[in-house]
């Protein structure tokens, strides 16, 4: 049973970054595709990005517009997603999530699930 954790959310202007992580510490995330979604108001859990055990990637086309970007570090046991050039609709809650099957940004396919890290962007 994974644990996952994130952390790495905060208050910060428009226009600025932060970066997430989302680690767990008594289990090896690599040979999972872990994901990150967020939940922001008004609007249905969506995927954000997601990287698989090969750091190949897939991004949600929606709304990243090439300002966020998925990784891992193994040898941290740690995936991060940086996130740039922040605007005040990215606030919400930001999950990360662990799939042992399918490479995907939609939920449905997400076996673990962290309690999430709020990211709060103000204008």
């Known amino acids: 049973q994974l644990q996952l954790v994130e952390s790495g959310g905060g208050l910060v202007q428009a226009g600025g970054s932060l970066r997430l992580s989302c680690t767990d510490s008594?289990?090896?995330?690599?040979?999972?595709?872990i994901g990150w979604f967020r939940r922001v108001p008004g609007k249905d859990r969506e995927g954000v990005a997601c990287?698989?055990?090969?750091?190949?990637?897939?991004y949600s086309t929606d709304f990243i517009e090439g300002r966020f970007t998925i990784s891992r570090d193994k040898t941290k046991n740690t995936i991060y997603l940086q996130m740039n050039n922040l605007k005040p609709e990215d606030t919400g809650v930001y999950y990360c999530?662990?799939?042992?099957?399918?490479?995907?940004?939609?939920?449905?396919?997400?076996?673990?699930w962290g309690q999430g890290t709020q990211v709060t962007v103000s204008s």
């Open positions: 999530a662990a799939s042992v099957s399918v490479d995907s940004v939609s939920a449905q396919w997400y076996d673990y």
């Open positions: 008594g289990n090896t995330l690599d040979q999972y595709t």
């Open positions: 990287i698989n055990s090969l750091h190949s990637t897939i």
